[in-house]
């Protein structure tokens, strides 16, 4: 299979090419420094800016499956004070790149953000939730720098927007586990869900990054939700 990754050396990107590179596929890495990348013979390295949707459509034309890990300043809120423009602007570029370059599957590592709590609202907009659950996050959980920001988790509610909107491309849109992190490594048993945060004893589940790469990984191998938003985690 011909992978197209979109943030190959971001903390999700590199861990999607390296499960995608251990199971022999062709993986072309879309990123901006392509001098971060590792050499094998399976990965080409392409350095294209996502904001620039003819560099987006030419460099995944002819692939089976766009995977995106786009995440514009990594987790560092203050490196970017443009967060939620770039991320909106990004996501829809990326969109339109693919569906210009005919690659008919596209999924996209969105965030927790939109995913749906016990209050029936969007992560994002429950801020109590969000309080009573992030005092005391588990040792392990990759956690922004800088000064608390709700660019990223409402960037990723406003991606999420644009591919409820989206009737072309065959999508799939995955939110992490609101704990994201390096929890041991991978387990190969995972916990699927559709639009609300898995929970685990009270807790929100967490879910390890390489877990989360073999999610999608799996996704792009064989697919199981259509234009459709599901969440991932690890067992306990």
């Known amino acids: 299979m011909k992978i197209a990754l979109i943030g190959a050396t971001g903390y999700v990107g590199q861990r999607v ?3 995608a ?3 022999g596929h062709d993986v072309t890495a879309i990123v901006r420094n392509t001098a971060a990348l590792p050499e094998h013979e399976l990965l080409t390295a392409l350095a294209v800016d996502v904001h620039d949707v003819d560099r987006v459509a030419g460099a995944v034309a002819g692939h089976d499956v766009v995977v995106s890990c786009f995440n514009p300043g990594g987790h560092d ?3 970017n004070p443009h967060m939620y423009r770039d991320i909106v602007e990004g996501t829809r570029t990326i969109i339109d790149g693919v569906r210009q370059s005919d690659v008919e599957r596209l999924i996209y590592v969105g965030g927790a953000g939109s ?10 907009d429950d801020l ?7 005092g005391n996050p588990p040792e392990g959980m990759l956690i922004s720098t800088g000064p608390p920001s709700p660019d990223i988790p409402r960037g990723a ?3 999420y927007y644009l591919f409820e909107r989206e009737q072309e491309l065959d999508w799939a849109f995955v939110s992490p586990s609101l704990f994201l992190g390096s929890y041991g490594g991978k387990t190969g048993r995972l916990r699927y869900g559709t639009d609300q945060l898995l929970m685990e004893d009270g807790q929100p589940a967490k879910v390890d990054v390489e877990d989360l790469a073999v999610a999608i990984v799996d996704e792009a191998e064989t697919p199981r939700h259509s234009r ?8 306990s």
């Open 21 to 23: 590179l251990s199971r």
């Open 128 to 134: 109590a939730f969000l309080g009573k659950h992030l």
């Open 115 to 124: 995913l749906h709590v016990e209050s029936g609202k969007m992560l994002v």
């Open 157 to 159: 509610r406003m991606a």
């Open 228 to 235: 459709a938003h599901f969440t991932v985690a690890s067992p």
């Open 17 to 19: 090419r390296d499960e």
């Open 77 to 79: 809120v203050a490196a």
